[in-house]
């Protein structure tokens, strides 16, 4: 008796086609890309500090001085930083390197601190900033106070006043614009992001205090 064919499948026997990979773990691009270090520029490794709790990870942290000033870059114990010379230059190259490839935590952070690394040397040499736009009617600033006070008219019934961190930069070019610099990038888009909290641009009429290029979608409104 011949069977059919969905019914001779279903009595064949079966053959497992699993297959594991056996690639090579894959490293951080980011990571492994070179730091160029300027000649202005000086990195200093400095121990990490005695802790009294011997469970505690040790920290230590990479000094970098240019400049405009020096920054401190806190380093695990896992990452190394080499500096080459480069051929025919003053400048120098900085390599991210971690010890382990294989433990994931490693290979997660490995392009982390290299963009970190980056970001103030960038900082040491050039320096960061940020521009705010004011949109909305009535809505202006002035520094006042030998440029540590921010005050700005925004629609509320009072002024706003804030205390300019240390470290930042207050200008405001025109009433509308307010220029903020610094060697910190991270110290320059918080304040910019505690300005921008006054007003969020909001989708109706468009107004707010944008940062950069930020642009909003504007909403219809419903009409009964």
């Known amino acids: 008796m011949l069977l059919p064919l969905n019914r001779c499948l279903r009595y064949a026997p079966r053959t497992c086609i699993c297959q594991f990979s056996t690639t090579s773990t894959a490293s951080s691009k980011i990571g492994k890309s070179p730091v160029v270090i300027p000649d202005t520029v000086t990195l200093t490794k400095l121990p990490p500090p005695k802790h009294k709790n011997p469970r505690e990870t040790p920290i230590g942290s990479l000094q970098v001085k240019g400049p405009l000033g020096k920054l401190d870059l806190s380093l695990p114990p896992f990452i190394t930083i080499t500096e080459t010379p480069i051929p025919s230059s003053t400048s120098r190259r900085a390599t991210v390197t971690i010890e382990d490839a294989k433990i994931r935590q490693q290979r997660e952070m490995w392009g982390t601190w290299r963009a970190n690394l980056q970001k103030l040397v960038l900082g040491v040499t050039e320096g960061h900033s940020a521009i705010l736009r004011l949109v909305g009617v009535g809505y202006r600033a002035a520094v006042e106070g030998g440029g540590r ?76």
């Open 149 to 224: 006070q921010l005050q700005m008219r925004l629609g509320f019934s009072h002024p706003v006043d804030m205390s300019v961190p240390e470290g930042v930069k207050c200008s405001v070019p025109t009433p509308t614009r307010i220029l903020l610099e610094g060697v910190d990038k991270t110290k320059v888009n918080q304040f910019a992001a505690n300005i921008r909290a006054w007003r969020i641009p909001e989708p109706y009429k468009g107004k707010g205090i944008f940062i950069g290029e930020e642009t909003i979608k504007i909403k219809v409104k419903k009409v009964k």
